[in-house]
Structures are given as structure tokens and as C-alpha cells.
């Protein structure tokens, strides 16, 4: 009979370097987010406009190139208010706890290399970020990472520190105790392991 998981003595060094990386991970803090999001073309695309249609007043008549540049002014306001709105909302609607669930997922994807599966129970255990299950729900919607990635990740760190086998590895990847990753992307993991 197999001794359970938490009896094994690497179960509990794992759990330190995890605690470790986690109380690291709250001194970080995200590059990503100071990236600037102003793009204004429009104004050098209505000069350029201005220009091509100068170069026709030169060569044609004078009245036909003053309709043209009423009518372009015109349709350019109808537009940019239209999209401005449509966004604000979807970011007003989201509340700010989802929000920081979705940051704390992305972190646990990125550093530690987690499942979407460990990740939410991360999120809603109450020995760890104690979220409401809504916002670990929006926050494993919304993630975008390569889980199959994640998995080999964890893999090699498997076989490399603790030398185990690949049925091993493959247990431990998809086990509800261990890191919960699909068998999909537990098998991605075992077939590119070195």
C-alpha cells in the first residue's frame, strides 16, 4: 500500500519552496502593467488627406475639393465617441476583487508554473488568497497561458530534483493531491520530457 502524499518527505520540501516562492511574489511587482496605451493616428491620417486633396485643387476645379474635407471632419467625431464607451463599461462592470484574482492567477501561472486547477483552489483556500469562489471562476475564464507548457515545467523540475520516474511524474501531474493538470496536458509533459 502506497504511503499517502503528505507522508512523503519531498511532499513537504515542496511545500516550502512553494510558501517561499509565494511570500516572494508579493515583493514583485508586474512590468507589464506600466506599458503605455496612447495611439492618436487619426490626426496624421486627415493631414495626409488634406494634402492629396491640395495637390487636386492644383490640377481640377476649386469647389469639388471644399465639399470633400466637410464631410471626412464629420464622420470622424460620429465614430471615435462610439468606441469609447462600448469599453469603459466592460472595465466598470468588472469588480476590483475579480480584478486582483485574475493578477494573483497570472502570478501563480508565470512563477510557479501551476494548473488552472491548483491555481483556483489556490485562489479559494482559505490557508491561501481566500477569494470568492465568483472571483477565481472570472479570473480562470479570463487567463491566457500554455497549461501544457506549465505542466513539462513541473515535470522536469520533478525529474531533475527528485529523480522520478515517468509513470511518477505522470501521477503526480494529475493527481487531486499533487498538481492537478489535465491527463492531456500531463501527456504533453511526458512525452517532451529529455
Known amino acids: 500500500m502506497k504511503k499517502p ?22 515583493n514583485s511587482e508586474d ?20 494634402v492629396e486633396q491640395t495637390s487636386g485643387k492644383v490640377d481640377g476645379k476649386e469647389e469639388e475639393p471644399k465639399e470633400e474635407p466637410k464631410e471626412e471632419p464629420k464622420e470622424e467625431p460620429k465614430e471615435e465617441p462610439k468606441e469609447e464607451p462600448k469599453e469603459e463599461p466592460k472595465e466598470a462592470d468588472v469588480p476590483r476583487e475579480h480584478k486582483s484574482a485574475l493578477i494573483k492567477a ?6 510557479m508554473s501551476m494548473s488552472k486547477a491548483g491555481i ?14 465568483e472571483a477565481a471562476q472570472y479570473a480562470i475564464d479570463n487567463i491566457v497561458f500554455d497549461w501544457k507548457e506549465n505542466a513539462l515545467i513541473k515535470a522536469k523540475q520533478y525529474a531533475e530534483s ?12 494529475i493527481s487531486e493531491y499533487g498538481e492537478k493538470f489535465t491527463k492531456e496536458e500531463a501527456q504533453y509533459a511526458i ?3 529529455e
Not at 512590468?31 to 488634406?50: C, H, I, L
Not at 483556483?120 to 469562489?133: K, M, R, V
Not at 527528485?162 to 501531474?173: G, P, R
Open 191 to 193: 512525452d517532451n520530457l
Open 162 to 173: 527528485m529523480n522520478m520516474s515517468d509513470d511518477a511524474i505522470y501521477d503526480q501531474l
Open 106 to 111: 497570472e502570478q501563480y501561472a508565470e512563477a
Open 5 to 26: 502524499l503528505y507522508k512523503k518527505w519531498w511532499f513537504w520540501v515542496l511545500i516550502v519552496i512553494v510558501v517561499g516562492v509565494i511570500g516572494n511574489l508579493g
Open 120 to 133: 483556483y483552489d489556490q485562489l479559494t483556500s482559505e490557508y491561501g488568497e481566500n477569494f470568492p469562489a
Open 31 to 50: 512590468p507589464k502593467q506600466a506599458a503605455p496605451d496612447k495611439e492618436v493616428v487619426s490626426e496624421p491620417d486627415t493631414t495626409a488627406k488634406n
